[in-house]
């Protein structure tokens, strides 16, 4: 809580990743768009928030370019170094964090509204209960099964479709208490478990998480496709 009562919360940014998907010369968090890289975009949005107390940067060990940032002066920001994997990152981000919820976002997705951010925090709190920004499975849904031999390119057989109405697509913020999160990640961690957000540690370590709806263009930028469709929607010039 600040001085006026209002609930601050510390954002834990894993932005160590290479973005090995993409191809690029560097990593995707410092292709840029509309003049700024993706990384500055992504800060920017979450510093807007007036819930934001402070950002927690994961970086590489040997990354060139965050220091050349205008925004990593900015005091409300804090960097620390990541780990090996996803899961590591956030770790180390939490050990800087203060605040009881603390928001976990990906680097990479620039697109993030305020207002979801805003709701998602609200309806954890008022709950009681952590969550997630998740988009509506629109789409029809199938499971598939490979079909081919070793070193067949395997051709994808359908086995059922499945019910889209119970399906979402995880997307970030995420937001957790900060010590309980940073026990369902260790945890994971040391068991092995796959961990592809915070929501599936948490799940594992037996909390519920709620899904709020979320806007379906606060997407992950991955591929070369989703980095056009990115500087489309911030009205840029598709970069080559
Ligand atoms: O690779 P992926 O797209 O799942 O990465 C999601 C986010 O996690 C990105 O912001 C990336 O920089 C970050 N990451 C990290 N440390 C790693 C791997 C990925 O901070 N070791």
Not at 24 to 50: H, N
Not at 122 to 127: D, G, M, P, R
Not at 174 to 182: D, G, H, P, Y
Request: aromatic share 4%; glycine share 6%; proline share 7%.
């Amino acid at each position: 809580m600040d001085s006026k009562g209002q609930l601050k919360l510390d954002v834990v940014v894993p932005a160590a990743g290479v973005g090995r998907r993409m191809g690029a010369a560097v990593p995707k968090q410092y292709l840029k768009l509309q003049g700024q890289t993706i990384l500055e975009l992504t800060l920017a949005k979450l510093l807007a928030c007036s819930c934001v107390s402070q950002v927690i940067v994961a970086l590489s060990q040997e990354d060139p370019y965050f220091d050349t940032l205008e925004i990593s002066k900015d005091p409300r920001i804090i960097r620390t170094a990541g780990g090996a994997e996803r899961p590591d990152s956030v770790l180390a981000g939490l050990y800087l964090a203060h605040s009881p919820w603390v928001l976990v976002h990906d680097a990479v997705r620039p697109l993030v509204s305020p207002a979801d951010i805003e709701k998602l925090v609200t309806a954890c709190v008022q709950a009681d209960c952590g969550g997630i920004l998740a988009a509506p499975a629109v789409d029809s849904l199938k499971l598939v099964q490979p079909k081919g031999s070793a070193g067949d390119e395997a051709q994808l057989l359908i086995e059922r479709n499945l019910p889209r109405d119970l399906i979402f697509r995880a997307l970030t913020p995420q937001c957790f208490k900060r010590e309980q999160l940073t026990l369902a990640l260790h945890s994971a961690l040391q068991q092995g478990m796959p961990v592809t957000d915070e929501a599936s540690a948490m799940e594992q370590a037996g909390y519920p998480c709620q899904i709020v709806p979320g806007r379906t263009d606060n997407f992950k930028i991955t591929t070369k496709e989703d980095l056009q469709l990115a500087a489309a929607l911030l009205g840029n010039i598709c970069p080559a």
